[in-house]
């Protein structure tokens, strides 16, 4: 076997035809255990693409765990060709403590590609950097939305890439949105490696959501069939609308404190003036309608049942491209 046809990760050599599972060795507890996050490998013997699979980069995001723990769970990620690397917890300290951030109160996806002897969070960025995205020739990059804001299954990439706008539309997610990428993000730090990277949206903090689940692991046997990848056992199955491409979109902020109740559905089309959701007080003297700003897609809403004036209500497009 030639030196090429061994994938040497994380101290490890995995052998083409070989599962594996490494240990990603993050830090250690103030208790001075030992803090290893899995990393799960499985290689064909036909040679392929690497898919990089991720999730918890965020460690209240449960629904993106649930979604590449079914990936793995189900043999989804075991490739007719190539090879797929699952990572389903990045940031092990958030999810252990259910936090967003890491414990120095850092968000992961704003410190990469970090540094070696930086901050907790900057070093595990730089070894996730440095140790395990040279291999991959793509990433899925699982995400959930954040606090009380409930996100319609989504995929966002950057313009002017064909190749993701490709992948984007085989995942099948109900929207597809172009959004920048974030300075010091995994995705900009991908992108600045020359690896594309398909970020998907889906559900709420604290919260595992059957369609969310559903759509993401469907999805990424969708984008694994294109690339050749996936095991013929799996059948692929069509997504029922085409993508809706959002270009632009804005946030409708409540103009009032108050109880908060949404009147909409999330991936709703609205009109201009419609109401689509309520503030009122605990006294029964208020009741401020929320309405539409312009048409547009609804694929953001707070759940919050409590609001504070100037919080971020609903996510709906503003602009849509024609695909």
């Known amino acids: 076997m030639s030196e090429k046809d061994v994938l040497d990760i994380l101290g490890e050599k995995v052998a083409s035809g070989k599962s594996a599972t490494v240990s990603f060795n993050v830090a250690k507890l103030h208790t001075q255990n030992r803090i290893d996050v899995p990393v799960i490998i499985e290689r064909s013997k036909k040679p392929g693409p ?14 993106g765990v649930e979604i590449v723990r079914q990936i793995i769970s189900k043999g989804i990620n075991k490739p007719k060709k190539g090879t797929i690397i699952c990572v389903p917890i990045i940031n092990v300290f958030g999810f252990i403590h259910m936090d967003r951030e890491f414990p120095d109160g850092r968000d992961l996806n704003r410190v ?10 900057s070093r595990v960025a730089f070894k996730l950097v440095n140790e395990i995205l040279p291999h991959a020739d793509f990433v899925m990059d699982f995400h959930t939305g954040g606090a009380d804001r409930f996100n319609a299954a989504q995929v966002r990439i950057v313009k002017g890439e064909k190749s993701l706008k490709e992948l984007a539309t085989v995942f099948g997610a109900p929207f597809v949105l172009y959004s920048k990428n974030l300075s010091k993000s995994f995705r900009s730090t991908c992108n600045k490696l020359g690896i594309p990277v398909l970020l998907f949206e889906g559900g709420k903090s604290f919260n595992i959501d059957t369609t969310i689940t559903n ?32 270009s632009d979109s804005k946030w409708i902020r409540a103009n009032y404190s108050g109880m908060f109740k949404p009147t909409v559905k999330i991936n709703a089309y609205v009109n201009k003036g419609d ?26 809403i707070n759940e919050s049942p409590i609001i504070y004036q100037g919080d971020a209500i609903f996510h709906i497009s503003t602009a849509l491209i024609d695909d």
């Not at 759509?215 to 294109?226: D, E, Y």
């Not at 050749?228 to 491409?245: A, E, R």
Request: proline fraction near 5%.
């Open 215 to 246: 759509t993401g692991v469907n999805g990424a046997k969708r984008v694994l069939h294109h690339l050749g990848m996936l095991n013929s056992k799996f059948k692929v199955s069509q997504p029922k609308k085409s993508c809706i491409f959002v």
């Open 112 to 121: 990469f590609p970090g540094t070696k002897g930086g901050s907790l969070a």
């Open 50 to 63: 690497t898919v990089l699979i991720t999730a918890g980069i965020h460690g209240d995001e449960v629904n």
């Open 275 to 300: 109401v689509v959701g309520n503030i009122t007080d605990p006294y029964g003297s208020f009741n401020h309608f929320v309405k539409a700003p312009n048409d547009g897609y609804i694929f953001n």
